[in-house]
């Protein structure tokens, strides 16, 4: 009696269950690793056989497509494209050292001393290997903000990162003054329409503002701010430039107290987005490093209490005066040049006080009897 062979025909062959087993895990995000247990998860190795599974990955392994890597003792696998794979096969067995270590830098890069210490290769075998690398279009040299002078590899398809290229004030590695001062400028008129109110002498009918107020007039609201910022830059771009007459004297007034209109970092980043002023979309961490630099430049402040920045009042007149053509530019009340901005510090009589060392309690010049005092509250 003859025995017919068992039917074969259904069961998934060896190449089969290999490449069903990739391309479940090639589905997955491509920084996924891979331990034995999550292999086996997927289902896809019969009965969930151990030793099937190490023949599956020891093929994909050797076929380029699946990188090994030792997680906490134990043998984990990381997905590798069969584009990246393939070119792993066309290269040389240092060259392939090389282009491996310059991958697992990703979009930080890797200086070529380090490459050449961790590849254990010799200065001229390296350098032919970047040679060609760099032939095939697999690698690509790039320039970092933070050490300009040394060479720095990365993948040719990757992009820098804003750590390796300095963000959107760097170009090519190297900082763009003009598009800094561009934004700082732009920044500063933004804040100074939101922190005075701008009037002029000759309006005899303008309302007096007091430093008492209700407590309905207390609450200025930010749209209030925008259209006085507004009717304030208007007045800036209009201006021919000269000097400004006694009669059309400008000069600036304070808020009332209780106004919270002074711009946060969000709201500023909101504006320069909405505004294009910038091709590319800045980030509150790009535009806080621009508020850094206006606070040190004594242009604006950054207030006690909440996360608002206002404008010091001799920079606000400058921009106000159509007269900010330099960053330590600023006019005084009368329109009349001063050659360094003011700050906080000098604002106050103390900051620019001739007669400091003298100043004491109960001493010839104190306080309390300060004449630069009485006049600077007059303001």
Request: proline letters at 4%.
């Amino acid at each position: 009696m003859d025995i017919d062979p068992p039917d074969t025909s259904s069961t998934p062959s060896h190449l089969e269950i290999k490449n069903a087993l990739y391309a479940r895990c090639a589905s997955l995000p491509s920084e996924t690793i891979f331990s034995q247990h999550d292999l086996l998860d997927l289902n896809i190795v019969p009965d969930n056989d151990v030793k099937l599974l190490q023949q599956y990955t020891v093929d994909l392994t050797k076929e380029g497509l699946f990188k090994v890597f030792n997680k906490n003792g134990r043998a984990c696998w990381r997905v590798v494209k069969k584009d990246d794979a393939q070119k792993y096969k066309s290269l040389a067995s240092e060259e392939a050292i090389v282009y491996s270590y310059i991958e697992s830098a990703g979009r930080e890069g890797i200086w070529s001393r380090i490459l050449r210490s961790r590849s254990g290769l010799h200065m001229t075998v390296m350098s032919r290997c970047l040679k060609v690398l760099e032939g095939k279009n697999y690698i690509k040299q790039i320039k970092t903000v933070k050490f300009p002078n040394r060479k720095t590899y990365m993948l040719a398809g990757l992009q820098p990162s804003e750590d390796v290229t300095g963000g959107p004030f760097y170009t090519d590695g190297v900082l763009d003054d003009e598009f800094v001062h561009q934004m700082a400028n732009w920044t500063e008129r933004y804040i100074v329409g939101r922190s005075w109110y701008q009037h002029s002498s000759d309006q005899n009918h303008a309302p007096h503002i007091s430093k008492r107020k209700t407590s309905k007039q207390h609450e200025s609201s930010k749209e209030e701010a925008e259209l006085r910022r507004s009717s304030a830059l208007k007045l800036s771009s209009s201006s021919t430039g000269r000097e400004p007459t006694k009669k059309s004297s400008m000069s600036l007034l304070p808020f009332p107290p209780g106004y919270t209109g002074y711009p946060t970092v969000a709201e500023i980043t909101r504006a320069v987005n909405t505004s294009q002023v910038s091709q590319v979309m800045m980030k509150e961490a790009e535009m806080k490093q621009l508020l850094d630099i206006l606070v040190w430049d004594g242009r604006i402040e950054k207030m006690q209490f909440g996360d608002g920045y206002k404008a010091i009042r001799q920079a606000a007149l400058a921009v106000m005066s159509g007269r900010r053509e330099q960053d330590n530019d600023v006019l005084t009340e009368g329109g009349e040049r001063r050659e360094e901005g003011g700050s906080a510090l000098t604002e106050a009589p103390c900051g620019r006080c001739p007669v400091m060392a003298l100043c004491e309690e109960d001493g010839p010049v104190s306080a309390r009897t300060c004449e630069y005092f009485a006049e600077w509250l007059k303001v």
